[in-house]
């Protein structure tokens, strides 16, 4: 029993080296996760409008930030991290940054599509019972109004005022009320824009003296 005494404490000796060499390469690969500055613009799905108030973060990290005015953002992460891009009406994307970045600095450019969903159809009846709904369909008048014009309603150009007249839907209604929460909240604590370079601002007062608005203030 004495000679097995040797043999099982150099069998301990070997896996505590080892368990300790791999506790420290483990450790050692945590500290060098480098921090990379991830910046970007996000934009809808057809790349023409930039959306604002986007939620950018890292899942259980505590790290995020939000997109401004212009979908502009920017914020350091760690190699490996995954960073999730979220907005109400919008599908959630999810961009990993790779475990091995040559440079500090990485560059997106984010598109997001609109998440519809779809409801079953509702028909809405306007007789609470079947006996009114009959009598009302034998007292139709069977005759179409519209049948004499029937061919310019589905002209082209009709259909283009129809088109142009149309008002929004609730998903645009929505995004456009919190894109203007999301503009004031800029103009009120972001940076303030330098109107003295603003050609618009500029052909604005240009137009104001022609009109003489400066005279009828005096």
């Given at each position: 029993?004495?000679?097995?005494?040797?043999?099982?404490?150099?069998?301990?000796?070997?896996?505590?080296?080892?368990?300790?060499?791999?506790?420290?390469?483990?450790?050692?690969?945590?500290?060098?996760?480098?921090?990379?500055?991830?910046?970007?613009?996000?934009?809808?799905?057809?790349?023409?409008?930039?959306?604002?108030?986007?939620?950018?973060?890292?899942?259980?990290?505590?790290?995020?930030?939000?997109s401004?005015?212009?979908?502009?953002?920017s914020?350091?992460?760690?190699?490996?991290?995954?960073v999730?891009?979220?907005?109400?009406?919008?599908?959630?994307?999810?961009?990993?940054?790779p475990?091995?970045?040559?440079?500090?600095?990485i560059?997106?450019i984010?598109?997001?599509?609109?998440?519809?969903?779809?409801?079953?159809?509702?028909?809405?009846?306007?007789?609470?019972?079947?006996?009114?709904?009959?009598?009302?369909?034998?007292?139709?008048n069977?005759?179409?109004?519209?049948?004499?014009?029937?061919?310019?309603?589905?002209?082209?150009?009709?259909?283009?005022?129809?088109?142009?007249?149309?008002?929004?839907?609730?998903?645009e209604n929505?995004?456009?009320f919190?894109?203007?929460q999301?503009?004031?909240?800029?103009?009120?604590?972001?940076?303030?824009?330098?109107?003295?370079?603003?050609?618009?601002?500029?052909?604005?007062?240009?137009?104001?003296?022609k009109?003489?608005?400066?005279?009828?203030?005096?």
């Amino acid at each position: 029993m004495k000679k097995l005494y040797p043999h099982l404490l150099l069998l301990l000796g070997f896996f505590l080296t080892v368990s300790f060499a791999q506790a420290q390469s483990g450790s050692g690969e945590q500290r060098e996760r480098r921090v990379i500055q991830l910046s970007g613009v996000v934009l809808n799905a057809d790349s023409t409008d930039a959306v604002p108030g986007v939620n950018i973060f890292v899942p259980k990290k505590g790290r995020g930030t939000s997109s401004g005015r212009f979908g502009y953002f920017s914020m350091p992460v760690l190699e490996g991290d995954s960073v999730v891009f979220s907005f109400i009406g919008l599908k959630r994307q999810t961009f990993r940054v790779p475990d091995l970045v040559t440079e500090d600095k990485i560059s997106l450019i984010v598109t997001m599509e609109d998440d519809e969903m779809g409801l079953a159809e509702v028909e809405v009846m306007p007789y609470p019972t079947e006996e009114e709904f009959k009598r009302a369909v034998l007292a139709m008048n069977l005759e179409d109004p519209l049948a004499g014009n029937r061919a310019g309603n589905m002209n082209p150009e009709t259909l283009l005022l129809y088109a142009e007249n149309m008002p929004a839907s609730p998903n645009e209604n929505f995004r456009g009320f919190y894109r203007g929460q999301g503009m004031q909240i800029q103009d009120r604590y972001g940076p303030r824009p330098f109107t003295l370079l603003d050609p618009i601002a500029w052909s604005n007062f240009i137009k104001s003296i022609k009109r003489g608005d400066l005279k009828k203030r005096d």
